[in-house]
């Protein structure tokens, strides 16, 4: 049995899953890190991606919409905490909405393509993927 490691995925509004872990895989602007048990402390910006989080018995998939994820250890014991400006979990997915989201933003980009509508596309995507 791996060790385990205390995982919080908070947004500014509430928190989104909290508990015990095994890896931690999320993607930050530098690009991707997984994290177990004894990781070494760190602080990363994350883009809009996906952060998976495996448990015991099951993998939790969540649509993060940016902000940061926070590494402390000491020893093995390690607790990550992912602070999301906006976050999903892929369960609680609107697929319908994030269509929607998707039309609308490939239709700001082809009227003229500007960087807030790249980012919703991105968005939408991610969740499209994750939901579907």
Same mark, same amino acid.
């Given at each position: &049995?791996?060790?385990?490691?205390?995982?919080?995925?908070?947004?500014?509004?509430?928190?989104?899953?909290?508990?015990?872990?095994?890896?931690?895989?999320?993607?930050?602007?530098?690009?991707?890190?997984?994290?177990?048990?004894?990781?070494?402390? &760190?602080?990363?910006?994350?883009?809009?991606?996906?952060?998976?989080?495996?448990?015991?018995?099951?993998?939790?998939?969540?649509?993060?919409?940016?902000?940061?994820?926070?590494?402390?250890?000491?020893? &093995?014991?390690?607790?990550?905490?992912?602070?999301?400006?906006?976050?999903?979990?892929?369960?609680?997915?609107?697929?319908?909405?994030?269509?929607?989201?998707?039309?609308?933003?490939?239709?700001?980009?082809?009227?003229?393509?500007?960087?807030?509508?790249?980012?919703?596309?991105?968005?939408?995507?991610?969740?499209?993927?994750?939901?579907?």
């Amino acid at each position: &049995m791996a060790t385990p490691l205390e995982v919080f995925l908070v947004t500014p509004e509430h928190e989104l899953w909290s508990g015990q872990a095994t890896m931690v895989v999320a993607r930050g602007t530098e690009g991707e890190v997984g994290i177990l048990a004894g990781h070494t402390p &760190m602080l990363i910006q994350l883009g809009i991606s996906p952060v998976f989080i495996q448990t015991e018995g099951e993998r939790i998939a969540a649509a993060v919409d940016g902000g940061f994820l926070h590494v402390v250890s000491s020893g &093995m014991d390690t607790r990550v905490d992912i602070l999301a400006e906006h976050a999903e979990l892929s369960t609680e997915i609107d697929i319908e909405r994030a269509r929607r989201l998707k039309e609308d933003a490939e239709r700001r980009i082809a009227a003229d393509h500007d960087a807030e509508a790249e980012a919703d596309l991105a968005k939408a995507l991610m969740r499209l993927d994750l939901g579907g």
